[in-house]
Nanobody, 116 residues
Framework: QVQLVESGGGLVQPGGSLRLSCAASGSIFSINAMGWYRQAPGKQREFVAEVTRGGSTSYADSVKGRFTVSRDNTKNTVYLQMNTLKPEDTAVYYC??????????WGQGTQVTVSS
């Protein structure tokens, strides 16, 4: 069974930083590009960032220049470094395969709250 476990969320002031982690089972991680997604209250889940197995990255326009996605293939872990956080970044953050997330892979996510 595929497992994706997100961690690293929390409460941070505007302008602050957080680093999210996603530990993935090897069966997914060695094959697929991995992505970060988020869902804010009352909104649909949206794409945030993607990193391929080779390390190429892409970002949503709203986070470009502030967020950095990376992966450690030896640890089957993907990261999301979030800097200069804004209140509108408040959401539950999830990882999943990219560019097409699999519905069976959604985990519990990790809550990020940006507030003063």
């Amino acid at each position: 069974q595929v497992q994706l476990v997100e961690s690293g969320g929390g409460l941070v002031q505007p302008g602050g930083s957080l680093r999210l982690s996603c530990a993935a089972s090897g069966s997914i991680f060695s094959i697929n590009a991995m992505g970060w997604y988020r869902q804010a209250p009352g909104k649909q889940r949206e794409f945030v960032a993607e990193v391929t197995r080779g390390g190429s990255t892409s970002y949503a326009d709203s986070v470009k220049g502030r967020f950095t996605v990376s992966r450690d293939n030896t640890k089957n872990t993907v990261y999301l470094q979030m800097n200069t956080l804004k209140p509108e970044d408040t959401a539950v953050y999830y990882c999943n395969t990219a560019p097409l997330p699999l519905s069976s892979n959604w985990g519990q996510g990790t809550q990020v709250t940006v507030s003063s």
